[in-house]
């Protein structure tokens, strides 16, 4: 029994405006469909084909099971690139199209077009690029890096010997008495955690590499050739692919800015604002790198970001970290109002929803469900809405 399609199943970059046939005047003056003899003045329109509703089960099932698998196997950073690639590409194709204004829509069957073609490229030849533009510059780091580390453990000395003075005497016997123990402490603990560190380590060039081939498929899916008919399995997976990528489009390019504006006002308040107190947080590029990549986790990485700056300011002076609670608390704030007004009205997601949501997430998933929280819960309120179902 095959069953007609449902609204929801029609994603909205598929559905289209329907048109009617051409038409001829009649004998009355009546307009009847071109090529035919005769049609009735209530002849209805022609409806999509038909699709048999295990079909559309069958789509839920295995886009549901898709994203448990992307979580149970730390696949996140490839689907999380494989969508931002598939915009970039689409994003940077009218605007690399050749000759300028030429549309960059093609023909069902016909291959892509120039401006695919070099949007594409650009999208995948980035990273490598910048790859290759950070190692030609790294030599001065590398070289100047036992400095730096004679650097960073004398500040902590200094600061482990000022908390000493300040703590009460029992609290105060069980930290360091100066840079060779800390030294020693340090590398005893590096020690201890060597194996966890070096799959920490192999975590992090696992997902850097899933993450670079999830930009490929995004990029190349973004100029995949068309064919004319597809099956209605296939229909059906692409709107729920569509319904996918549009909450990847709203929730994550609206954390993008959230996390760029937040960066942006902190980068004022360590450079700017501190100096003019006299006033100057140690590794000020690194907060500020802590800041934007913290930002893209909604609330909790901004929440993460505050304490740790808070703490560096306290390394400071009491006025320091004051300074810097008070101020970020007001950045705070302002991502609540940012965030509601970005985010909220588009998917319809109150604050108290999304933690609720992260919560879970974390429990089950770990940090990974942090991330993938607001973007699963966003496309699973989209399925809902468009299912008229809440």
């Known amino acids: 029994m095959m069953e007609p399609l449902a609204p929801h199943d029609v994603p909205p970059s598929a559905a289209g405006p329907v048109r009617a046939a051409p038409t001829e005047p009649g004998p009355a003056g009546a307009g009847v469909p071109a090529g035919t003899a005769a049609a009735a003045p209530s002849q209805a329109l022609a409806t999509p084909p038909a699709r048999p509703r295990g079909v559309v089960t069958a789509s839920y099932v295995l886009m549901a099971a898709a994203l448990l698998l992307v979580m149970w196997q730390g696949l996140l950073p490839g689907l999380l690139c494989a969508c931002l690639g598939f915009l ?35 999208v995948m030849l980035a990273p490598l690029s910048l790859i290759v533009l950070a190692a030609s ?46 030294q020693r402490t340090i590398a005893g603990y590096l020690g201890a955690k060597a194996g966890a560190l070096a799959m920490a380590g192999r975590a992090w060039l696992s997902g850097l590499l899933h993450a670079y081939v999830g930009l490929l498929i995004g990029a190349l899916a973004a100029v995949r050739t068309l064919d004319g008919a597809r099956g209605p399995l296939a229909e059906a997976l692409s709107a729920r692919i569509t319904w996918f990528g549009e909450a990847f489009r709203q929730i994550v390019a609206a954390q993008f800015w959230i996390a760029a504006f937040n960066t942006l006002l902190t980068a004022i308040f360590l450079l700017g604002v501190l100096p003019l107190w006299d006033l100057q947080l140690p590794y000020t590029p690194a907060l500020i790198t802590l800041t934007f990549l913290a930002g893209l986790v909604p609330i909790v990485g901004n929440l993460l ?76 309120k989209k399925e809902l809405q468009a299912a008229q179902l809440v």
């Not at 005497?169 to 800390?182: K, Q, T, W, Y």
Request: hydrophobic content about 55%.
């Open 88 to 122: 970039l590409t689409r994003w940077l194709a009218p605007r690399l199209a050749w000759p300028p204004g030429r549309s960059v829509h093609r023909p069902s069957g016909s291959g892509a077009t120039a401006g695919q073609v070099i949007a594409a490229a650009v």
């Open 137 to 182: 510059h790294s030599r001065s780091y590398i070289v100047e890096a036992p400095q730096q580390y004679r650097e960073l453990l004398d500040f902590l000395a200094r600061t482990v010997l000022e908390l000493r003075l300040k703590l009460p005497p029992d609290i105060a016997s069980h930290l360091p008495e100066g840079a060779v123990e800390i």
């Open 305 to 380: 970001c505050n304490a740790v700056i808070t703490i560096v300011g306290l390394s400071v002076s009491p006025a320091a970290a004051i300074a810097c609670l008070a101020f970020l608390i007001l950045i705070h704030k302002a991502e609540y109002v940012i965030n509601a007004k970005v985010v909220g009205q588009r998917t319809h997601m109150g604050v108290w929803e999304l933690l609720a949501v992260m919560f879970v997430a974390e429990a089950v998933f770990g940090p990974a469900g942090l991330v993938a929280a607001p973007l699963f819960y966003a496309y699973l």
